[in-house]
């Protein structure tokens, strides 16, 4: 997966944020267990996967917020 940047999610609108949410989470939780599991090579996308959670959180808020 490419890494995002904040613009790409300001673009998006809500419901896309939640889709685009779920599927970090769900990849989040999938390389998790291959890297406790010693099949995972990429640790990095761990780390990038949770600051992408982040970011889509921060977006989500700020448009419920406005």
Do not use: P, Y
């Amino acid at each position: 997966m490419a890494k995002k940047k904040i613009k790409d999610f300001k673009k998006m609108k809500l419901d896309a944020l939640k889709t685009e949410l779920i599927a970090n989470r769900k990849m989040l939780f999938e390389n998790n267990f291959k890297h406790k599991m010693g099949q995972l090579k990429e640790s990095h996308t761990l780390k990038e996967a949770r600051k992408n959670i982040a970011r889509i959180k921060t977006e989500i808020n700020v448009k419920n917020g406005s």
